[in-house]
């Protein structure tokens, strides 16, 4: 195959499985639609994925053009079919099983990830950081801390970390997919009607629907953590997805500084400028989406972030340092 065509070639497998995000799956049928050799393949994997039940795939001793297949059966997880604002967080928990199953054939959970957490604490981590939203979406309500959400946020982070250390890592992976697939199977998932209502949770009030947002970008920003940590790659996500990721960061960011900073226009991608402070602007600023996503994760600092800029020098500087300020990973 050529390089073209090896770009699509790991989809192949989870395309026979059924196990594609709908991003991927949309990426996989625009090239096959063009491509004769590539639509081959995929009908020729599905005519075998009979004959590879999921724990006998490893032994697969079938034509060398199903290999693949087998290793799409090993490796991932389908992603739960769920509503269009759900799906991100869908295809984020699916990539971090995949990297989770990495970790554990490599024994390297105990390998420092960020913060000070090891793998095994940075899943912890996200154990915590979904229980609010699962909490909601069982028929809870809205925590009413008594600190400051940042500072109740970090206690309770510390505090999960704490209690999971006593487990084995899988228990830890175990209990945090164990509580992702039930949000993923929630009527509020499911159903985008029943994700109208606007809550508050990490200090952000937001409809349910972009609650689900927030939980598919921290996700996918720790499977980052932790892929680098582990010298695995980790794909961003679809484009369509991170344009909702995008999307969602812009209209936190105009909220939090309007009228706090000196005005500049902030473009990300191909997504519409949006003003950030009152009018008029005195700067605009212009990033890649992927660095967008990185700064206001504080992934990348906001004097090494790639990005252009002109205009005045002191108010672009100031907004990207407050974006990268609301990060809360």
């Not at 490796?75 to 990297?99: D, F, I, K, N, Q």
């Amino acid at each position: 195959m050529t390089d073209g065509h090896d770009t699509v070639r790991d989809l192949l497998g989870a395309y026979a499985l059924d196990a594609l995000t709908p991003g991927e799956e949309k990426l996989l049928s625009e090239h096959l639609a063009g491509c004769a050799d590539c639509a081959a393949e995929a009908d020729s994997l599905r005519a075998v994925v009979g004959a590879l039940d999921g724990p006998h795939a490893a032994a697969w001793d079938g034509p060398p053009g199903t290999a693949v297949l087998a290793t799409a059966v090993r490796r991932r997880s389908p992603a739960r079919r769920t509503a269009a604002h759900a799906a991100p967080y869908a295809a984020a928990v699916s990539a971090l099983e995949a990297l989770l199953r990495e970790a554990d054939e490599r024994g390297a959970w105990h390998v420092p990830v960020i913060h000070g957490w090891d793998v095994q604490g940075t899943v912890a981590h996200l154990l915590a950081a979904d229980e609010p939203l699962r909490r909601l979406v069982d028929g809870g309500e809205p925590d009413t801390p008594p600190l400051p959400w940042r500072e109740e946020w970090a206690a309770r982070t510390a505090s999960v970390i704490a209690y999971e250390a006593g487990f084995p890592p899988a228990e830890t992976r175990a209990r945090w997919r164990a509580q992702a697939q039930a949000l993923l199977a929630s009527r509020p998932a499911q159903d985008p009607d029943a994700a109208t209502a606007r809550v508050t949770l990490l200090g952000m009030p937001l409809p349910l629907a972009d609650h689900f947002l927030v939980r598919a970008f921290e996700t996918w920003i720790h499977t980052d953590d932790i892929g680098r940590a582990l010298g695995v790659p980790v794909p961003a996500p679809p484009t369509d997805q991170l344009g909702l990721m995008v999307d969602l960061g812009l209209r936190l960011l105009t909220a939090a500084l309007r009228g706090v900073v000196p005005a500049v226009r902030l473009t990300v991608g191909g997504h519409a400028p949006v003003l950030l402070g009152t009018a008029p602007a005195r700067a605009d600023v212009t990033l890649d989406p992927l660095d967008f996503c990185f700064l206001i994760g504080d992934r990348l600092a906001p004097a090494r972030v790639p990005h252009r800029r002109t205009g005045d020098e002191a108010a672009a500087s100031s907004v990207l340092r407050r974006a990268a300020s609301l990060a809360w990973l």
